[in-house]
């Protein structure tokens, strides 16, 4: 047992950490079933003009993301257990990953109060700190030769190719896809150059434009959307 009083078997810090944790698993929760059932396609539904090849087909779910999400849950399943069992306690909140970690932090004195708890910061953070690692991976650090850079700001390529092009020039980039050039074509950002081309030929841009606009107009997340929403709303 540490030196804090009232029978705790956490620190303070401890304690302050669990919170942080507790409060932040239902939006992590939510993000990973996003990632397990939604994973990229290799194409893109916003490449409307390109032909689709079969390899072009959405994954059904997301290997990495669907175990982050099942230890997850594991976890929080057995340090509930251990609480109702210690303590004495029922539990009769919603079994979700969410649910479980509601309750875990309503009933955070009565966790710290359970014998072999101790680990409980540790386990629980790693099992987040892997689950995040999934849904926002840590950028790849790319050292690319400026003249290169140079080159491929010049060339002329639809959104397919400013995708992939994006794709090698870091992580400042890493949103541009099919579907944010075709955004911000529509915003009158960006133009397509002149042609000639035949009708169902995809819009070629002059890709340093696209990344010039890209940076120029940042995308605002879905979630800071709702919220800006709500909050002309009320």
């Not at 078997?9 to 079933?33: C, G, H, K, N, T």
């Not at 396609?41 to 982050?68: C, I, V």
């Not at 057995?78 to 306690?89: D, K, T």
């Not at 509601?102 to 359970?114: E, G, P, V």
Request: with cysteine; proline share 7%; glycine share 6%.
């Amino acid at each position: 047992m540490n030196d804090e009083p009232n029978h705790l078997y956490l620190s303070r810090a401890e304690v302050r950490e669990l919170v942080e944790l507790f409060r932040e698993i239902p939006d992590l929760a939510e993000d990973l079933a996003i990632a397990r059932t939604r994973q990229a396609k290799l194409g893109s539904r916003g490449d409307y003009r390109m032909r689709r090849r079969p390899s072009e087909q959405p994954l059904p779910y997301n290997p990495a993301a669907a175990r982050a999400a099942d230890h997850l849950h594991a976890v929080l399943v057995g340090w509930v257990r251990l609480v109702c069992e210690q303590r004495g306690l029922g539990y009769t909140s919603s079994t979700t990953t969410a649910g479980l970690s509601r309750w875990l932090d309503k009933n955070l004195i009565a966790l710290a109060m359970t014998p072999g708890v101790e680990s409980a910061s540790r386990e629980i953070g790693e099992a987040v700190r892997a689950a995040t690692r999934v849904v926002c991976p840590p950028a790849v650090e790319v050292n690319l030769d400026p003249s290169m850079i140079d080159q491929a700001r010049s060339r002329r390529l639809n959104a397919s190719g400013i995708a992939t092009l994006a794709k090698e020039l870091g992580d400042e980039y890493r949103n541009l896809t099919v579907r944010r050039v075709q955004t911000l074509r529509d915003a009158g950002k960006i133009a397509p150059v002149p042609g000639p081309w035949a009708p169902d030929w995809p819009e070629m841009f002059v890709a340093g434009e696209v990344l010039d606009q890209h940076l120029a107009h940042p995308r605002r997340s879905r979630r800071k959307a709702a919220s800006a929403a709500r909050s002309r709303a009320a």
